[in-house]
């Protein structure tokens, strides 16, 4: 089973630029995360999809940040414009059904953006 | 408002010693609690589930326990190896609930020397 894929690996960009991550979430899963993980912290949730609809996006800083999961399968997050203290590895998980009571989720190997 | 605390500075090991992680946390009593490993570069991977009703848990060389009266649970990697160096994240369910999403704390990396 494949697991979850996600590109770029690396995008280095200066303060103001904007940029795109894509995540292809394993095949069949219905919830799909977007995480942000500071250096030296855990990874804190920005966004989850349940199918093509959104969970909770309490913690997405909606003023530069977006996501859309079309089709219900692969998700883009945007950020635009990006600013120093978004440099992050960004991390996208995937989960068979978050509806049900608890549920694993898998990670993707993250982008690394790194703002100058 | 919610907290958890793992500690920050790393664990350092013989080979074939047990390693023992901390994860407390504040405020709230959850219904479960994880545990993750992550390595350089790499996702979390996720290792273990242990639920408020479970005292403890095991798989292979692993145990996890949980205390809901201290507000703590406990990993433990038992004839402990190289390969197991790592940064080792528990996770629980926030108050506020929400389907299936987790709160990471910082995590504890380990390293095993040969």
């Known amino acids: 089973e494949a697991g979850v894929a996600q590109s770029p690996r690396y995008k280095i960009i200066e303060k103001r630029q904007s940029v795109a991550f894509w995540c292809n979430p394993i095949s069949g899963h219905a919830t799909l995360y977007w995480y942000q993980q500071i250096l030296g912290q855990g990874p804190k949730l920005l966004i989850q999809?349940?199918?093509?609809?959104?969970?909770?996006d309490s913690q997405l800083p909606k003023d530069r940040f977006s996501a859309e999961r079309l089709k219900g399968v692969d998700s883009t997050l945007k950020i635009q414009p990006a600013k120093l203290e978004d440099s992050a590895v960004y991390l996208c998980a995937s989960s068979l059904d978050a509806e049900r009571a608890i549920d694993t989720q898998y990670f993707g190997p993250g982008t690394r953006l790194t703002v100058l | 408002s919610q907290k958890i605390e793992q500690n920050s500075e790393a664990l350092n090991i013989q080979e074939g010693k047990t390693a023992t992680l901390t994860c407390n946390y504040t405020?709230?009593?959850?219904?479960?609690l994880q545990w993750y490993r992550q390595d350089p570069g790499r996702g979390p991977v996720f290792l273990l589930l242990?639920?408020?009703?479970?005292k403890e848990k095991r798989k292979e060389r692993l145990k996890v326990t949980f205390d809901t009266t201290l507000k703590q649970s406990l990993f433990h990697i038992t004839a402990s190896q190289p390969a197991d160096s790592a940064t080792y994240l528990c996770a629980l369910p926030p108050f506020s609930g929400g389907y299936n999403k987790l709160i990471f704390g910082a995590g504890t990396r380990l390293a095993v020397h040969p």
């Open positions: 405020n709230y009593s959850p219904a479960y």
């Open positions: 242990i639920r408020e009703n479970e």
């Open positions: 999809f349940q199918n093509n609809g959104v969970v909770d």
